[in-house]
């Protein structure tokens, strides 16, 4: 069958390394079993650290939800989940977020790599992070932030498996045409116009909560808050049909959806307990080539990711958000070459220039109509308070102290960013190999809006000591009732932050070979005029050959960070008035805002200049080796970076004063081994045509500083944690366990594929060895930070973590060939033994998907 690159689904940071890339596609059109796909070890011009899969195998190795991002987890540079995550329930929230799964690559974070679509970056100008809050929507279960801002994400297009052609991921050894990014470089290829025969396929995916297995992952196994399981249907449905309309001309047009539907329970005061939302996803690619008589080819194109998804808070009465993104790119692309070319005494072959030409429109939005929200008390002390004020909508519970009523919004915010790019790129032979020049300039204008808001957060309530039966209101004032009324409101004005910038890059590279050895020596300079740093970056990757089945590869590289507008668009955004007010002891009369005193909350401040440019140090060692008893290939791999100049975080003289600093640091190490063959079995079986097998294990170390901008649960100073005998906030304990990553994985997968192709099966599994960790106790105290003075703390504890292995298995069955028409039936199984690993839930989301099943048909012509 079909070799892949699959790597354990519960890994955190890992390695890429040098060598050749592992391109993972097939030889032949094996429809109707003509050729043996497999997985092949060979050159790229994207260097040795260089991972190809192609569609078929996007479709196989990703978890069937049609998220083509989820194809990358398994491979050893990427990780995506936290083996000891105490949170790891699913909610219905979980089900509808629909966006692509974030990845790590390489020790960078989710927001500091390179993704290209054929070429073209889509990169998220503010990231998926906001330094006003990090929650996501769906642990979002009490008081919304009054700054948070939802859904962001990394990318601005969100792409299906059944659009991609094939993806590239570079983890390391990557060449100087790629920038921007401490992480790694992924390359989407989607299905592009072709001059052959018309061609396409229309594909169907199904599944819901009844095809998922749940169990309780809570560390009793309990269900203490009754909470209902996940309740949802997701479909997912494309077409993609390619026609040339001349000699010369093709056109190509794809259309993906995702869609899910989930309900969830509110808050028990509410009368409404359960509520619906739903969520889509849509992708449209329209393409055209045109190959003129030269041989020059002109490729127009547009991509479109419109991206919407209904949240409602449990905990407010009508505070609803649409989560919506949309990300809109239009690019023209000339190509041209030459057989030869001859400049300043140099003779060129195989020439190549392309000109490229992009326009893209991004927009991030939550919106809520509302901009108001008010937070009455129902009951409060029930010796002393209680109000029927809220009985058509809320109910007080009577065996509880307190009960609050919330009702309204927080008005709406915007991200937006346009962008004009301009490249041109020539690359060719020279001498012993090639070279390669380049130059792109992007103008962005990025904004960030919000319409404003009033929340009114503290009550007085009427005591039954005083010597008034209820309080009078000013006329219309809707934040005050007969019995209580807001005597503190939050008033936010709609404000406008926008920022412009102009990016330059440039440049150059040259591989050259002289028998056994090679060398590839890249430069790379970028520049933005918000940081205004002149960036280089020096790329070079040495190679050996002493026999044709045994290579060794070494290089050393410096990545730097393109990461700059996420803070820069965040800075200057001012903060709401705090105001007061009071009443007439005596008669109850209510007086006017601001009588008590008004807080100027001042604004945040990120960048205050002179900031350097974070950026990687790399240096990876690698052997890839044939053997000669199985002809089986061999990869080991390993990798050393280390950030510098990381940006960090420095407390001014207010407490709400924080400035960006240069001051943060990381670190990660891996080593890998892999080892994948293929069997060509149609020779000795009329059956079974053909078996693949991939094994590999990793093992992988990361360290990142404490105090940055941007953390992943919290802001890690207002969470502490106790650990053995110390004092900890949240992101100083995540640099003293090297961010709890896994130490040591691996995988073992096995495809094959029968009756002349007409049938495949594939299982798998991902081990994670056990280790000594640490873990959430569930307990709590008050002790003494360094710095912060007594607070309370959250205890954890030693803990041995288990061995685990997670199963998977796919399947596709040929089930009709109709007027050349093929029609398939493909299974996916995820979690085939309802393995919950050494991940936990909480009360409040108690249940973690087990075992899951995804149907689907394809049908193609």
């Known amino acids: 069958m079909f070799i892949a690159i699959v790597m354990p689904a519960s890994v955190q940071a890992q390695d890429g390394i040098v060598l050749d890339p592992i391109n993972i596609e097939q030889e032949t059109d094996d429809r109707n079993g003509a050729g043996l796909p497999q997985t092949r070890i060979s050159g790229s011009q994207e260097g040795s650290g260089a991972t190809t899969v192609d569609s078929e195998g996007v479709v196989i190795r990703a978890d069937g939800s049609g998220d083509a991002n989820t194809a990358l987890t398994s491979l050893p540079g990427v990780q995506y989940r936290n083996d000891a995550d105490t949170d790891a329930g699913e909610n219905g929230d979980d ?5 692509p799964l974030e990845l790590s690559i390489s020790g960078g974070r989710v927001t500091e790599n390179n993704f290209t679509l054929d070429g073209l970056g889509i990169n998220s100008l503010t990231g998926n992070e906001d330094p006003l809050a990090n929650t996501e929507l769906s642990r979002e279960t009490n008081q919304p932030n009054t700054y948070s801002f939802y859904g962001l994400h990394s990318q601005t297009q969100f792409v299906p498996t059944s659009m991609v052609e094939e993806v590239e991921i570079i983890d390391s050894d990557v060449s100087a045409r790629h920038g921007g990014f401490q992480g790694g470089v992924v390359n989407y290829t989607s299905k592009q116009p072709k001059m052959e025969k018309a061609s396409g396929q229309l594909s169907f995916s199904y599944s819901t909560d009844e095809m998922t297995e749940y169990v309780l992952g809570t560390p009793f196994g309990i269900n203490p808050d009754f909470r209902q399981k996940p309740d949802w249907t997701k479909l997912s449905y494309s077409v993609v049909h390619n026609q040339p309309v001349s000699d010369r001309t093709a056109i190509l047009f794809g259309f993906g959806r995702r869609e899910a539907e989930a309900r969830k329970q509110m808050d028990a005061q509410y009368k409404d307990r359960i509520v619906k939302n739903d969520s889509r996803s849509d992708f449209y690619s329209l393409g055209v080539l045109h190959e003129f008589g030269s041989g020059d080819r002109l490729t127009v194109s547009g991509k479109l990711t419109d991206y919407s998804q209904g949240w409602d808070s449990n905990f407010v009465e009508d505070f609803h958000l649409d989560v919506e993104t949309r990300g809109l790119s239009l690019d023209a692309k000339y190509e041209k070459e030459w057989d030869s070319l001859s400049f300043a005494g140099l003779d060129v072959r195989d020439v190549k220039l392309t000109l490229r030409a992009a326009w893209q429109d991004n927009e991030a939005t939550n919106i809520n109509p509302r901009t108001e929200q008010f937070n009455w008390y129902a009951w409060y002390q029930p010796d002393n308070y209680l109000t029927n004020a809220f009985d058509s909508w809320c109910t007080a519970d009577t065996t509880d102290r307190l009960t609050t009523c919330r009702t309204g919004g927080l008005g709406s915010t915007y991200y937006t960013d346009k962008r004009k790019q301009a490249f041109a790129e020539l690359e060719g032979e020279i001498a012993r190999g090639s070279f390669l020049l380049g130059i792109s300039i992007e103008e962005v204008e990025a904004k960030r809006q919000g319409t404003g808001f009033t929340y009114y957060g503290a009550n007085e309530r009427l005591d039954p000591a005083d010597p008034f039966v209820g309080f009078i209101c000013p006329p219309g004032d809707r934040s005050c009732l007969s019995d209580q009324y807001f005597d503190v409101r939050v008033q936010q004005d709609p404000y ?13 590279e040259i591989d050259q070979t002289w028998g056994d050895f090679g060398l590839r020596a890249g430069l790379r300079l970028d520049h933005n005029d918000v940081l205004d740093n002149w960036d280089w970056s020096p790329r070079l990757t040495g190679r050996w050959s002493p026999r044709d089945n045994l290579e060794f ?40 805002w601001g009588s008590g005193r008004n807080i100027d909350q001042g604004q945040y401040s990120y960048t205050q200049g002179n900031l350097k440019t974070p950026y990687t140090d790399e240096l990876a060692l690698g052997v890839t080796y044939r053997d000669s008893w199985t002809n089986g290939t061999w990869r080991l791999r390993g990798k050393h970076r280390k950030g510098r100049d990381q940006f960090s975080r420095a407390e001014g003289p207010g407490s709400r004063e924080n400035y960006l600093t240069n001051d943060g640091t990381n670190e990660y190490n891996s080593i890998s081994l892999e080892y994948s063959k293929a069997w060509d079995m149609r ?33 890690g100073i207002d969470d502490f944690i106790y650990y053995g005998g110390q004092s900890y ?66 205890i954890f504890v030693d803990k041995r973590f288990k061995a685990h292995a997670t199963a998977f298995l796919s399947a596709s069955a040929r089930i009709a060939e109709i007027r050349g028409k093929a029609i398939d039936l493909n299974l996916k199984v995820s979690n085939l033994f309802n393995e919950a690993g050494n991940r936990t839930a909480t009360n409040s989301n108690p249940w973690m998907a087990g075992r899951s099943f995804y149907l689907g048909t394809n049908v193609s012509w």
């Open 95 to 99: 089900v509808l977020d629909l966006k």
């Open 496 to 508: 406008n932050v926008s920022v412009d910038a102009i990016k330059t890059e440039l440049w150059a």
């Open 553 to 592: 590869t070494l290089g050393a590289n410096r990545y730097y960070s393109d990461n700059y507008m996420a803070y820069a668009i965040h800075d200057t955004i001012s903060r709401g008035t705090t105001q007061l007010r009071g009443h007439d002891g005596t008669t109850g009369v209510v007086e006017p």
């Open 683 to 715: 020779r000795h079986s009329h059956v079974l045509d053909s078996v693949g097998l991939y094994v590999s294990g990793v093992w992988s170390e990361r360290e990142t500083s404490a105090l940055s901008y941007f953390n992943d649960d919290g802001d």
């Open 729 to 794: 906030t949240l992101s100083e304990f995540g640099q003293v366990t090297g961010n709890l990553d896994i130490p040591v994985r691996s995988t073992i997968e096995l495809r094959t594929k029968w009756a002349g192709g007409r049938y495949s099966l594939g299982v798998g599994a991902d081990v994670v060895f056990g280790y000594d960790g640490v873990i959430d106790s569930d307990q709590t105290g008050t002790f003494t930070h360094p710095r912060y003075g007594r607070q309370q703390h959250n």
